[in-house]
């Protein structure tokens, strides 16, 4: 099935044509309205008449997130103060939040592309979904609540934390659909086993997780430890929340819904707008949003885009999954690798558990890497040579895969913080400014 067939079936052509209108529009809109927009074209020297072919959007500047920060909290609003209905901030811990104002129809904007997504992996009237995103500032929570009620299906607004009272419902309420991020999915694997609840009692088919960057083989586990099917959904505050993106059934790409959000990648070095396929920063443009309208926004999340018809009959581009963010990217003695890489590694490895962080120190001027990773019970209480073998074997498949040799120090188990939200994955030692 699916949501909205008119919209996430359209030919490329309408699909362009469709972009293109109204990419003409909201940049006349922002331009009107946006201070901000106003001064940044005028100064690049931007004459504002119609482009007539989606290439020329090159032509304008990005946003970014630091223009978010300089127009704290209200400046990049574009519409009169009382349209707007409800607010929502980024998770970001350092300095001022970004802050996204929206009016009556991006909510309804937002339930709608949220609503295509759960649909897109079977989320069906009938379905009882246990949303465990955090609600309030967080987008997560709220995002999944709007479009669960769009499709009219069950929502038990369990949000963040309280494992084992979500374990106790999961069971009670009969829970068919998990929506929380992959780190608290597997969390939640962790408990259910804890309490000793068989997992082929429980209810659950399916999840929608997102909100951080998981790995492929990441997935594997989840599927296999909560017995579900696990799909990636991906947004961020400054464009709406979740609902930017998300999988369908054939798990290969997340579809963008591009009548609302324009995608382009860019080489994050020059800016320059690369090809289908080519790896780089993504780039979005907001189409319809009225609140917080975007030009260009650099997310800092490394994709890449596939145009090519999918199986599940949707004609909106797929972006790969994300492999981490532009600030997220170590070099380590000259090698580029993304914590995202290494996860992908260890999963694959028996006996390393998937838990896991990573510990980034400075010796003599040189960065270097520590992964920590959690193996079972009985591994972890046998000989120390036995340790030391699957140390071995861990580093080993890193280096083979990656060629970085870092070190690896095996834990005990459940000595690695759990995460209810967003996993914090690399813990930066370096002190450095
Ligand atoms: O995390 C929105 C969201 C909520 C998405 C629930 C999906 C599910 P922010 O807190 O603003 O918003 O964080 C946005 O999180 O730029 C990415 O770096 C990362 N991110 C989001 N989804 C994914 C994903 C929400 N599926 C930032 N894979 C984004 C990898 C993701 N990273």
Redesign the pocket.
Known sequence: MIWNKKYECMERKDIENLQLERFNEVIQRVYDHVPFYRKKFDKEGIRLKKIKSLKDIRNFPFTTKSDFRDNYPFGLIAVPFEKIEEFHT??GTTGKP?VNGYTKKDIQIWAEVVARGLTAIGVRRNDIIQNA?GYGL???GI??HYGVQLIGAKIIPASGGQTKRQVMIMKDFKSTVLTC?PSYALHIAEIVKEMGVDIKNLSLRMGN??????SENMRGEIEERLNIEAF???????II??GVANECKKKNG?HIFEDHFLPEVIDPKTGEVLLEGEEGELIITTLTREGTPLIRFR???ITSLNYELCKCGRTQVRMS??KG?TDDMLTIRGVNVFPSQIENILMQIEGAEPHYQLILERKRGLDELTVEVETSPEIFSDEVKRLEILEGKIARGIEEALGLRIRVRLVEPKSIKRSMG?AKRLIDKRNLK
């Open positions: 980024s998770s970004v995103y967080f987008t997560g995002g999944h991020t997780l997102g909100a951080e960057t998981w990636d959904v991906y947004g961020l505050t400054e929340g979740p997340l997310t800092g999340d999954r994300i963010r967003k």
